[in-house]
């Protein structure tokens, strides 16, 4: 579980990360920027990049991040397949992979804790993301999948114009448990 949560939160870092940067770098030569919502369109889902990481990789998903370096936007998605962990770098423009990196599987993490969340019917990290965004009007960061006292939920951090804030979803629901605002 511990896996899936880090997943999770890595893609939404991925996401948030690639958006604000996407937004910062389209400027025009008097120096205004374009639309932040027009270059997070430019951008592949989270989704979309989980569905052609595990094109190349069997496994479970285990963390999805959105990354910039030298101005290009990635997602690097991680993937435990039991034996191995596979590191995988998509293109968030295009989807094309970048490159894939496979390193021994050495950890053994919360097997019974994966086996609970594995098991139960929950929503999807990109609907968690989007109830998240609208529940505190901000962009995601960072998504997390947790069990906590046998409830599973997503822990999502976002940015907002105030500073930074907490959502807590539950998985199976939907329902928004939790908001903590960091102004």
Same mark, same amino acid.
């Given at each position: &579980?511990?896996?899936? #949560?880090?997943?999770?939160?890595?893609?939404?870092?991925?996401?948030?990360?690639?958006?604000?940067?996407?937004?910062?770098?389209?400027?025009?030569?008097?120096?205004?920027?374009?639309?932040?919502?027009?270059?997070?369109?430019?951008?592949?889902?989270?989704?979309?990049?989980?569905?052609?990481?595990?094109?190349?990789?069997?496994?479970?998903?285990?963390?999805?991040?959105?990354?910039?370096?030298?101005?290009?936007?990635?997602?690097?998605?991680?993937?435990?397949?039991?034996?191995? +962990?596979? +590191?995988?770098?998509?293109?968030?423009?295009?989807? =094309?992979?970048?490159?894939? $990196? =496979?390193?021994?599987?050495? $950890?053994?993490?919360?097997?019974?804790?994966?086996?609970?969340? $594995?098991?139960?019917?929950?929503?999807?990290?990109?609907?968690?993301?989007?109830?998240?965004? =609208?529940?505190?009007?901000? &962009? &995601?960061?960072?998504?997390?999948?947790?069990?906590?006292?046998?409830?599973?939920?997503?822990?999502?951090? #976002?940015?907002?114009?105030?500073?930074?804030?907490?959502? +807590?979803?539950?998985?199976?629901?939907?329902?928004?448990?939790?908001?903590?605002?960091?102004?």
């Amino acid at each position: &579980m511990n896996k899936q #949560l880090a997943v999770i939160s890595l893609a939404g870092a991925l996401l948030l990360g690639g958006a604000i940067a996407a937004g910062a770098a389209d400027t025009n030569e008097r120096g205004s920027t374009g639309s932040k919502t027009e270059a997070a369109q430019d951008l592949i889902t989270v989704e979309e990049a989980k569905k052609i990481a595990l094109s190349e990789a069997e496994g479970r998903v285990e963390s999805i991040e959105l990354e910039r370096a030298k101005g290009k936007q990635y997602y690097e998605i991680d993937i435990d397949n039991g034996e191995e +962990d596979i +590191d995988i770098k998509i293109n968030a423009l295009d989807g =094309k992979v970048i490159s894939i $990196n =496979k390193e021994r599987d050495d $950890n053994d993490d919360n097997d019974q804790a994966e086996k609970e969340i $594995n098991g139960e019917e929950i929503i999807s990290e990109q609907n968690a993301i989007e109830i998240a965004e =609208k529940e505190v009007n901000g &962009m &995601m960061k960072e998504i997390e999948i947790d069990e906590d006292d046998g409830q599973i939920l997503y822990e999502v951090e #976002l940015q907002t114009n105030k500073g930074e804030a907490d959502v +807590d979803i539950d998985a199976e629901t939907g329902k928004v448990l939790k908001v903590e605002l960091d102004e």
